[in-house]
Nanobody, 120 residues
């Protein structure tokens, strides 16, 4: 079973940028078909941010991040990235990466999360 480790979170001012990383260990991402990023703000439900298919890097984004965030993957490094630009205070939350074994989007492997805080 793959373990996912997120990194790259932190405190940034509105309008700034951060790049999150999700590294796989134990097994490789090739055992899964999709990797996604989700986030959860205090008192709110978990929200889909972006996903990428591992074999052919087709991407999907949540409406709130389209045009500002970019998901990508490095097969050699077994890492998925989330480049976040033009950050807003409402982007604040814990960001999780997750892996899905099917294209239905049933993510069953989750990382521990990384905190992103955007100050106004």
């Amino acid at each position: 079973q793959v373990q996912l480790v997120e990194s790259g979170g932190g405190l940034v001012q509105a309008g700034g940028s951060l790049r999150l990383s999700c590294a796989a260990s134990g097994r490789t991402f090739s055992a899964y078909v999709m990797v996604g990023w989700f986030r959860q703000a205090p008192g709110k439900e978990r929200e889909f941010v972006a996903s990428i298919r591992w074999s052919i890097p087709t991407t999907t984004y949540g409406d709130s991040v389209k045009g500002r965030f970019t998901i990508s993957r490095d097969r050699a490094k077994q890492t998925v990235y989330l480049q976040m630009n033009s950050l807003k205070p409402e982007d604040t939350g814990v960001y999780y990466c997750a892996a899905a074994a099917t294209y239905r989007g049933d993510y069953d492997i989750w990382g521990q999360g990384t905190q992103v805080t955007v100050s106004s």
